[in-house]
């Protein structure tokens, strides 16, 4: 017995050292972390002659700044950070041309329209830009059309999908049905179809005639600049490409057709054009010098990802939450020389409460504001966007559905198939409203609808009051419909077609700072508290058995939202 517990208190010693050592070690990485990466973000490596700038399409260009040391990828750049350095490149002396890799392109369709607006820029320089890809898709031969001269390999297994389009969405009633699962959907708006798939085997007629419009309408923008950047009539291009000719296909069908400039390798390619200094945008980016000294400014802030009213547990989430965004927001109205500000909404929407937060944040700016739009400001995406003086769009971007809708899944019938008996002690009316095993009642669901009623109202009464329009004309292009860019000019969403540049060219124009101003991003910190605690709490607890044997310790385990069910109501804008 004794020697058991002298065992037993050993191996809890040896357990508790090495969880020691691997926090310490952890520490240590993290400083190293820091030290390279201050070192190499300041460290700015001169630009050789006659380079030409490479773009990986494959490489994420994402429509925020975070501010991370432990970002690995230094030379990382966002969306407008890449834009910016192609604009610059055209006048730099240094820089010979432009190439760009197609293969796994991430950029969205109005991400490219700007892009494209952008390479037309620098072509005025008269510096060629190159295009590469083995394989092509509608969007990867888009951004082709761009080039001065675009090359694929002369190989039959290169890939070539250049088609009208397709989309396939999963409905899921029949299974939820089987499992036990009965989501109630409760939306205002007969176009807020979201969370359909859950209680419909199949699409409704107002979201196929909605998605169709949309599809239809991106597909001819498609086909009409990809004929107008090649000089190709478009009657035909759209025959070719309907026709199926082009799917399944290898480069050659390209190449005979016209939609390429030739058929090579990259490797004979460069040699024949002499190309020998290769610079990735990234690195150029980073050698580039910020006019910080300047006295006019314009603040570039970023609405990117889901709106949510608390931050996300994973602190690499992509999200938009009231206190991030005021901060960013404060910091650009309290410098004195930042004259007006520009704010990026890429966002699809989320929580209401945490919309409304935002929007009178931005309502009380004293500065002018204006919305650049990128792929998607959709619910309170755009709700956010209504709190601008104006609002500039792509062609291609997603804009409106203004709607509410409530997602409330009941589990009742699930619990009893698997054995379980749930009990529940309720005091007062409506108490268990969002009990996730308590049948839906027509009079719960009233209760909901007119909770979602009075947001829906006051969506409206917003966007009226912010775009200036009549609320019975609101009303005609909400009901959780939505709208291209294009369309959203036409009905009064939004104020001018453009992309960020032309926002920040508007801005400027708008404050008479002409040419003499500079550009400045206001980042997120990123929170290096929730960061350290996602990393060692795993490691803490599974490398010490005394963490394990305190009572406290299991109840904050359990707690916690990771392992942990919580009832969920979920309303998005």
Do not use: C
Request: aromatic letters at 10%.
């Amino acid at each position: 017995m004794i020697l058991l517990k002298w065992f037993l208190d050993f191996l809890k010693f040896v357990v508790r050292e090495i969880s020691s050592m691997i926090i310490k070690f952890i520490f240590l990485l993290v400083l190293l972390v820091l030290a390279f990466n201050y070192f190499t973000k300041n460290k700015k490596a001169p630009i050789e002659k006659k380079s030409y700038l490479k773009i990986d399409l494959s490489k994420e260009f994402n429509e925020t700044l975070v501010q991370s040391p432990f970002d690995f990828n230094s030379k990382g750049i966002n969306f407008y950070q890449l834009l910016k350095s192609i604009k610059t490149s055209k006048n730099d002396s240094n820089i010979q041309g432009i190439i760009l890799f197609l293969d796994d392109n991430t950029l969205s369709r109005s991400q490219i329209d700007e892009l494209g607006e952008t390479l037309n820029y620098f072509k005025t320089s008269n510096k060629p830009i190159y295009s590469y890809g083995a394989m092509l898709d509608n969007n990867s031969l888009l951004l082709s059309s761009y080039s001065t001269e675009s090359l694929m390999p002369p190989s039959a297994s290169t890939v070539v999908n250049i088609t009208g389009y397709n989309k396939d969405i999963p409905y899921f009633k029949s299974l939820t049905e089987k499992i036990g699962i009965d989501v109630n959907v409760i939306h205002v708006g007969d176009f807020k179809t979201y969370g359909e798939n859950y209680t419909r085997n199949e699409m409704s007629e107002e979201n196929r005639s909605d998605l169709k419009r949309i599809l239809d309408k991106s597909y001819s923008f498609f086909v009409n600049n990809l004929s107008e950047n090649l000089s190709a009539d478009s009657n035909n291009l759209n025959n070719i490409i309907l026709s199926g000719q082009l799917m399944g296909e290898s480069s050659e069908i390209l190449k005979n057709n016209h939609l390429i400039s030739s058929l090579k390798y990259w490797e004979d390619f460069k040699k024949e054009k002499e190309i020998e200094n290769i610079t990735d945008i990234g690195n150029y980016f980073s050698s580039l010098k910020e006019n910080i000294n300047s006295k006019n400014k314009i603040a570039l802030i970023y609405a990117d990802g889901e709106i949510n009213y608390t931050a996300s547990k994973n602190p690499t989430a992509s999200t938009i939450t009231p206190d991030k965004f005021i901060s960013a927001l404060e910091k650009a109205s309290s410098d004195e020389t930042i004259k007006g500000i520009v704010i990026r909404v890429n966002s699809p929407g989320g929580s209401a409460l945490a919309s409304d937060i935002i929007y009178n944040s931005i309502k009380n700016v004293e500065k002018p504001v204006y919305i650049s739009i990128g792929s998607v400001a959709a619910s309170g995406g755009y709700y956010i966007s209504t709190a601008g003086k104006k609002i500039f769009a792509d062609k291609n971007s997603i804009t409106g559905s203004i709607g509410v809708v409530s997602l409330i899944p009941n589990f009742k019938q699930l619990t009893e198939k698997v054995g379980v008996n749930m009990n529940d002690i309720s005091l007062g009316k409506f108490a268990d409203l969002y009990s996730l095993t308590t049948p839906m009642t027509p009079e719960r669901k009233e209760k909901i609808y007119n909770s979602n009623l009075k947001v829906y109202h006051e969506f409206l009464n917003r966007v009226a009051y912010g775009r200036n329009l009549p609320l019975e004309e609101v009303e005609k292009i909400a009901q959780g419909k939505v709208w291209l860019g294009e369309e959203g000019l036409n009905n009064g969403l939004v104020d001018s077609l453009g992309g960020i540049n032309k926002t920040i060219d508007s801005l400027a124009s708008d404050l008479s700072l002409k040419d003499d101003y500079s550009v400045i991003e206001i980042p997120y910190e990123e929170d290096l508290k929730a960061l350290f605690e996602s990393t060692l709490f795993p490691i803490q607890s599974i490398f010490s058995l005394k963490y394990f044997t305190e009572t406290k310790n299991i109840k904050t385990l359990i707690d916690r939202e990771e392992i942990f069910f919580k009832p969920l109501l979920y309303m998005s804008f």
